[in-house]
């Protein structure tokens, strides 16, 4: 166990909705870093948050968002869905510059 | 940009086999390395890291060196276990502050250890 949770496990959902995948970090950790993990793309990072402030930017879409609140939870926000975001979406935190430890990660189904 | 390319899998052994995954890179300045290792249905976990050249990092009888002349990290172990199976991704990290950490990955090696 890592200490990183993540919710939920699974989310199915249809093509041009919106879902919100939701990662608490380690305590004490800062740094919130998602990915995305597909067949075609492989493993990718999409956007790092600091201690509420987004920090860097990936590959990123602009149909996706995220933030980091005051308690450090972070939410991935994924609008207008296509089947193409079908994929794991793994969090990780670290408490700096650090070594980063991974969430279960939430597996996305878009029909 | 900066990237990371891993030999192609999967890679299929017997077990006590001899194991290695290449691994090699291409980044500006003086990245850390990394091999994570992701078992079926859950997250990934770190193996093992180098943060400078000629750096050896080993975990759970697994071991890579850190060559920066041939810019390559390459994943060993000198007898698999069944338990081994999984998927090792080799990763970078570049070491300026601007990059904010972000890790780059290879696209994977699947490994597969037969009894």
């Known amino acids: 166990d890592s200490g990183v949770t993540q919710t939920p496990k699974h989310l199915i959902t249809a093509t041009g909705q919106r879902v919100t995948l939701r990662c608490s970090p380690r305590?004490?950790?800062?740094?919130v870093y998602w990915y995305q993990q597909s067949l075609d793309q492989g493993l990718q990072f999409l956007i790092h948050?600091?201690?509420?402030?987004?920090?860097a930017k990936g590959n990123i879409l602009e149909r996706f968002s995220a933030q980091q609140f005051p308690d450090l939870h972070s939410e991935l926000n994924l609008s207008s869905l296509e089947l193409g975001d079908s994929a794991l979406y793994f969090c990780?935190?670290?408490?700096?510059?650090?070594?980063?430890?991974f969430g279960p990660g939430t597996r996305l189904t878009v029909l | 940009g900066d990237s990371v390319t891993q030999m192609e899998g999967p890679v299929t052994l017997s077990e006590e086999a001899f194991l290695t995954i290449n691994c090699t890179y291409t980044?500006?300045?003086?990245?850390?390395l990394f091999w994570y290792v992701q078992y079926p249905g859950e997250g990934l976990q770190l193996l093992l890291k180098?943060?400078?050249?000629?750096d050896k990092g080993s975990n759970k009888g697994f071991e890579a060196t850190y060559r920066k002349e041939t810019t390559s990290f390459h994943l060993e172990k000198g007898s698999v276990q069944v338990s081994d199976s999984a998927v090792y991704f080799c990763?970078?990290?570049?070491?300026?502050?601007?990059?904010?950490?972000?890790?780059?990955f290879g696209q994977g090696t699947e490994l597969s250890v037969k009894p």
């Open positions: 180098a943060t400078k050249a000629d």
């Open positions: 990763a970078l990290r570049r070491g300026d502050y601007n990059q904010g950490g972000k890790l780059i």
């Open positions: 305590s004490g950790d800062l740094s």
């Open positions: 980044a500006t300045g003086y990245p850390s």
């Open positions: 990780a935190s670290t408490d700096n510059f650090n070594e980063q430890f």
């Open positions: 948050y600091y201690n509420g402030e987004e920090r």
